[in-house]
């Protein structure tokens, strides 16, 4: 299983970003995937999920209307488009496959002026 997150930077409040998880070595399309992120000396947290059989969405108090998490499942990639972004945003972000207990490298966001 691999699990390679881009698309991360550094981003203006009320900017947009727009993040990839690029995934392999498992049938992404039978998978559930997830989005998580870790800021600096805090737990990592759950920020949004997608089911595989009908593209269910779920997604943390924090993120709604803000967020929207995708899958592309024959590019294999799980997407999530981050808009309105906050400096409470700022995190490095994880895609993560439902029981599979291995983590990306993570990408970077910062939200600063």
């Known amino acids: 299983v691999q699990l390679v997150e881009s698309g991360g930077g550094l981003v203006q409040p009320g900017g947009s970003l727009r993040l990839s998880c690029a995934t392999s070595?498992?049938?992404?399309?039978?998978?559930?995937m997830t989005w998580y992120r870790q800021a600096p000396g805090k737990e990592r947290e759950r920020v949004a999920t997608?089911?595989?059989?009908?593209?269910?969405?779920w997604y943390a108090d924090f993120v709604k209307g803000r967020f929207k998490i995708s899958r592309d499942n024959a590019q294999n990639t799980l997407y999530l488009q981050m808009n309105s972004l906050k400096p409470e945003d700022t995190a490095v972000y994880y895609c993560?496959?439902?029981?599979?207990?291995?983590w990306g490298q993570g990408t970077q966001v910062t939200v600063s002026s």
């Open positions: 997608i089911t595989n059989a009908d593209d269910v969405t």
């Open positions: 993560k496959r439902t029981n599979y207990p291995g």
């Open positions: 070595g498992f049938p992404f399309v039978n998978y559930a």
